[in-house]
């Protein structure tokens, strides 16, 4: 169990280029969350899969927004065309989606600064 | 809709004093409770949760939590802060395996 990874840490863009997040899960987790957090607030979900499916997006994922997880391991979260109201820390986090814990385990994230 | 209040936004208290920090929640059903801690530049690291049963839970670090579901809260206490604890803290609420919602946290300070 090597936990949860997400690359890159930090990210520098700049206004309107595009922009891909990895997160690798705990291996064998079957649930993948994404959250965003900003300064001074909580992480606000944004959207999670179980294996391949993407179950919910929250209203805060604007079109520019689009989360892949192909084979139920890794994922991806592209923002096309980024704004500076992107700029926060992008969080990953799994969970087993099978034991009764329901705890979620949350990778280091990433951060995006759009200038 | 599912919300969580955390209504203090920092706190300080001196080493080894004990510690209390506030959180309601709003659930349309059975809450699934925790608390998570962030440290500078960190991930969230889960110091307990509650899903059923005993009503007051241990977690680690020596932090416990208490279910009330008459007021809505499940409040983090520690008899005793160590200067390691500062940080900042965060209730959340869900579902299962749904989505989780957070707090707006609380900033804890630990003077000597």
């Known amino acids: 169990d090597t936990g949860v990874s997400q690359n890159p840490r930090h990210k520098i863009t700049k206004r309107g280029q595009n922009v891909t997040f990895r997160c690798d899960p705990i291996?064998?987790?079957?649930?993948l969350y994404w959250y965003r957090q900003t300064l001074g607030q909580g992480p606000e979900f944004l959207t999670y899969?179980?294996?391949?499916?993407?179950?919910?997006k929250s209203r805060l994922l604007s079109d520019r927004f689009s989360a892949e997880r192909p084979k139920g391991s890794f994922s991806t979260l592209e923002i096309q065309r980024t704004e500076q109201g992107d700029s926060a820390m992008y969080l990953c986090?799994?969970?087993?989606?099978?034991?009764?814990?329901?705890?979620?385990?949350f990778g280091p994230g990433t951060r995006l600064t759009v200038t | 809709a599912q919300s969580v209040t955390q209504p203090d936004i920092h706190i300080t208290v001196s080493e080894g004093a004990s510690l209390e920090l506030r959180c309601n929640y709003s659930?349309?059903?059975?809450?699934?409770l925790f608390w998570y801690v962030q440290s500078p530049g960190q991930g969230l690291q889960l110091l307990l949760k509650?899903?059923?049963?005993?009503?007051l839970v241990q977690g680690i670090k020596g932090f416990e939590a208490e279910f009330k579901r008459s007021q809505s809260s499940f409040n983090l206490r520690k008899p005793s802060v160590h200067w390691s604890d500062a940080a900042e803290y965060f209730c959340?609420?869900?579902?299962?395996?749904?989505?989780?919602?957070f707090g707006t946290g609380t900033k804890l300070q630990v003077i000597p």
């Open positions: 509650y899903f059923s049963g005993d009503t």
């Open positions: 959340a609420v869900g579902g299962g395996y749904q989505k989780v919602t």
């Open positions: 659930y349309g059903a059975t809450p699934y």
């Open positions: 986090a799994s969970s087993d989606g099978q034991g009764r814990t329901y705890e979620q385990y």
């Open positions: 291996s064998e987790h079957n649930r």
């Open positions: 899969f179980q294996n391949e499916a993407q179950l919910e």
